[in-house]
Nanobody, 126 residues
Framework: QLQASGGGLVQSGGSLRLSCAAS????????MGWFRQAPWKEREFVAG????????YYTNSVKGRFTISRDNAKNTVYLQMNSLNPQDTAVYYC?????????????????????WGQGTQVTVSS
């Protein structure tokens, strides 16, 4: 089970930190990701992190602005979002998969993830 939180309304240039708390599995053995879906758009990959936290991936539009991290002791993954702009407005979802070997070959498709949180709204005003 995944529970995302931390969304809200922020002005352009501002920051937010999303959190995703996981339960029910061995957290340190699963890869995690963040996706987002804007109105009338498909869900897209934002960032992913391997089970130990040593490998991270980002979509090009957020590189240098967003940072994904995890705390395995707290069963939580984070997405620090800086320099937000209105194009970042979306519902953000966290996702998880225990299929780490598959994940390491290609972390980007939503189909690589087996478990999804409920989403948290991020709105960036101009």
């Amino acid at each position: 089970q995944l529970q995302a939180s931390g969304g809200g309304l922020v002005q352009s240039g501002g920051s937010l930190r999303l959190s995703c708390a996981a339960s029910g599995r061995t957290f340190s053995a699963i890869a995690m990701g963040w996706f987002r879906q804007a109105p009338w758009k498909e869900r897209e990959f934002v960032a992913g992190i391997g089970s130990s936290g040593g490998r991270t991936y980002y979509t090009n539009s957020v590189k240098g602005r967003f940072t994904i991290s995890r705390d395995n002791a707290k069963n939580t993954v984070y997405l620090q979002m800086n320099s937000l702009n209105p194009q970042d407005t979306a519902v953000y979802y966290c996702a998880a998969t225990p299929r780490t070997m598959d994940w390491y070959t290609n972390p980007y498709p939503s189909g690589q993830y087996d478990y999804w949180g409920q989403g948290t709204q991020v709105t960036v005003s101009s």
